[in-house]
Antibody, heavy 118, light 107 residues
Framework: QVQLQESGPGLVKPSETLSLTCTVS????????WGWVRQPPGKALECVGY???????NYNPSLKSRVTISVDTSTNQFSLKLNSVTAADAAVYFC????????????WGRGTLVTVSS | DIQMTQSPSSLSASVGDRVTITCRAS??????LHWYRHEPGKAPNLLIH???NLQSGVPSRFSGGGSGTDFTLTISTLQPEDSATYYC?????????FGQGTRVEIK
């Protein structure tokens, strides 16, 4: 079955760029929207943004100036870049699939913890 | 942004109990309300989509209801494996937003 796996550095320095990749296995990245959700310690889930496999993206306005989500259909991966990070960006980052024909996340990765520290 | 408020923030119940979690939106979201379950270290999983539709593979003891601003998730007969945190999410408008979560503990 389709599985999602996040990967990337677990430690990022303040003011630098957080970069994460989600690998989609067991199925095609095509014809779906794909998203990123984060959860800071002790806080609620926050939708970072999502992207269609063709490249059209929608970002949370609170992060819009700093975030880029991209997709690579040749590798079945999509990526998150968040620049100028601060301690407030420390969180577990989840990648997720938006259900075909529905606006909800029907499949998630297990998440990866990103710490922001010098 | 649409604010989602869940209650209670946590609960403790016994196996076999009926448990209801509520989620209130700060404005009408029609039926664009979804419920997820999450255990630490695991992938969250979708339980209910579009207010009342049981996701494939989810046990029938889970049910959802409501529309507009007020929604519920009910576990009809609590099982030991239902210990987790439950989140509601609205996708009526961007940015999609989540409730703060309800932690369910088994007595």
């Amino acid at each position: 079955q389709v599985q999602l796996q996040e990967s990337g550095p677990g430690l990022v320095k303040p003011s630098e760029t957080l970069s994460l990749t989600c690998t989609v296995s067991g199925g095609s990245i095509s014809n779906y929207y794909w998203g990123w959700v984060r959860q800071p310690p002790g806080k609620a889930l926050e939708c970072v943004g999502y992207i269609y496999y063709s490249g059209s993206a929608n970002y949370n306005p609170s992060l819009k100036s700093r975030v880029t989500i991209s997709v690579d259909t040749s590798t079945n991966q999509f990526s998150l870049k968040l620049n100028s990070v601060t301690a407030a960006d420390a969180a577990v980052y989840f990648c997720a699939r938006v259900a075909y024909g529905g606006w909800y996340f029907d499949l998630w990765g297990r998440g990866t913890l990103v710490t922001v520290s010098s | 942004d649409i604010q989602m408020t869940q209650s209670p923030s946590s609960l403790s119940a016994s196996v076999g109990d009926r448990v209801t979690i509520t989620c209130r939106a700060s404005q009408s979201i029609t039926s664009y309300l979804h419920w997820y379950r999450h255990e630490p270290g695991k992938a969250p999983n979708l339980l209910i989509h579009t207010a009342s539709n049981l996701q494939s593979g989810v046990p029938s003891r889970f049910s959802g209801g409501g529309s507009g601003t007020d929604f519920t998730l009910t576990i009809s007969t609590l099982q030991p494996e239902d210990s987790a945190t439950y989140y509601c999410q609205q996708t009526y408008s961007t940015p999609w937003t989540f409730g703060q979560g309800t932690r369910v503990e088994i007595k």
